[in-house]
Every structure is written in C-alpha cells, then in structure tokens.
T-cell receptor
Framework: DADVTQTPRNRITKTGKRIMLECSQT?????MYWYRQDPGLGLRLIYY???????NKGEISDGYSVSRQAQAKFSLSLESAIPNQTALYFC???????????FGSGTRLTVV | AQTVTQSQPEMSVQEAETVTLSCTYD???????LFWYKQPPSRQMILVIR??????QNATENRFSVNFQKAAKSFSLKISDSQLGDTAMYFC???????????FGKGTKLSVIP
C-alpha cells in the first residue's frame, strides 16, 4: 500500500456541486498539506495542518475547506465547485529536521 | 515570504549528454532546505535531491548533483549522462527550517531526445 493515499484518482463534477477529496497516510507524520497544481504555475499551498487541532490557511485557501479527522486523515472540500478549480490536487505529509515530504499520487479534478 | 524562480519553462537534451536546470530563490531566513522534485507523466512527485542550507558541500545523488550558491541564492540541478527516463517536469522547492511549508517554482519541462 502507498504511504500517502488519495481518493479519488480522477473526478469530474459539475459547477456548484460539493466535493471532498480524501487523503490518508501510514507514515505516522503529524504534518499534512494540500497543494494544487496548475500548468505553468507549479504547486501552490491550499491548507496545512501540523496536528489534529492545528489547521492553517495557505496561499490559495479561498473556496476550499479542510478537515483533519485524525492524525492519518486530512480531507479537502470544495463547497461549491467552480470551473477554475479544475486542477491536479496533491496531498503530502512531512516529518521534521530535516524535513522529508511524501506525496500522494494526486487527484485530477475537472469542474464542468 | 519566500519565492522560487525557475527561468527555463522548457529544455531539451540529447541522450547521454549533460544538462543544467536553473533555480533562484529569495528568502530572509538563514536556515532552510532546498529540493528538486521530478514529476514524470505518471504525475507522481519524486524527490531527486535535497540540500541543507547550512551545509557548504553540494548534494549528489548518482547522476544528479546541485550547485548551491548561498550568497547568490542559486540552486541549479545538473543531470549527467541523461537518460530517456529523465524526461519529466522538474520543480525546485524551498522549505524554511521552522515553517516546513514547501514553496515551489513553476517548473521546467525537460525532454531527453534519443
């Protein structure tokens, strides 16, 4: 099994729908992240969490929310999807000192 | 806030040749980490190499090496003996020692030509 598992792998949804992207990890890391990748823009941080009770906004959090259900689970929600949220979404975890990051295989989301 | 700049959107190299990908960054932190990630068409993010800012010695991993110039805030990746499997997007990334959030450049698409 993968260390960081994202579901679904691909998803097409309609404008205005609520959608949740899920992430689970077996690394035992406290720190988890959600990134969004757009062509020509690299990866940008949406939200990050340093433990179950510590959730922080990243560079592009508008239109997104997250839930840290347990140390191993970190979900990203789009309350009302819009077409410009079409992107590749990555979940990642990290340890510290020195930091080592493990990425999931990504969720390709298309909003039509 | 940190910024990471990759000035080469696309590059190509002949198989078995050497290529260098450029990366510059801006930060006011004194202790940090720099990374190169590879993203093949499978879209998986694969760590190529990591450099600790407090280490003067340049990191090396097999055919991959970096030229870390701390004063110039430059972190280039050299790929020697390029192979077809090196064809991918390459991202340079920065992490502050205390923040642990990765800031990425926009990427360089590398094509290895047979």
């Amino acid at each position: 099994d993968a260390d960081v598992t994202q579901t679904p792998r691909n998803r097409i949804t309609k404008t205005g729908k609520r959608i949740m992207l899920e992430c689970s990890q077996t690394k035992g890391h406290d720190r988890m992240y959600w990134y969004r990748q757009d062509p020509g823009l690299g990866l940008r941080l949406i939200y990050y969490s340093f433990d179950v009770k510590d959730i922080n906004k990243g560079e592009i959090s508008d239109g997104y929310s997250v839930s840290r259900q347990a140390q191993a689970k970190f979900s990203l929600s789009l309350e009302s999807a819009i077409p410009n949220q079409t992107a590749l979404y990555f979940c990642a975890t990290s340890d510290t000192d020195p930091p080592g990051y493990t990425f999931g295989s990504g969720t390709r989301l298309t909003v039509v | 806030a940190q910024t990471v700049t990759q000035s080469q959107p696309e590059m190509s190299v002949q198989e078995a040749e050497t290529v260098t990908l450029s990366c510059t960054y801006d930060t006011s932190e004194s202790n940090y980490y720099l990374f190169w990630y590879k993203q093949p068409p499978s879209r998986q993010m694969i760590l190529v190499i990591r450099q600790e800012a407090y280490k003067q010695q340049n990191a090396t991993e097999n055919r991959f090496s970096v030229n870390f110039q701390k004063a110039a805030k430059s972190f280039s990746l050299k790929i020697s003996d390029s192979q077809l499997g090196d064809t991918a997007m390459y991202f340079c990334a920065f992490s502050g020692a205390g923040s642990y959030q990765l800031t990425f450049g926009k990427g360089t698409k590398l094509s290895v030509i047979p």
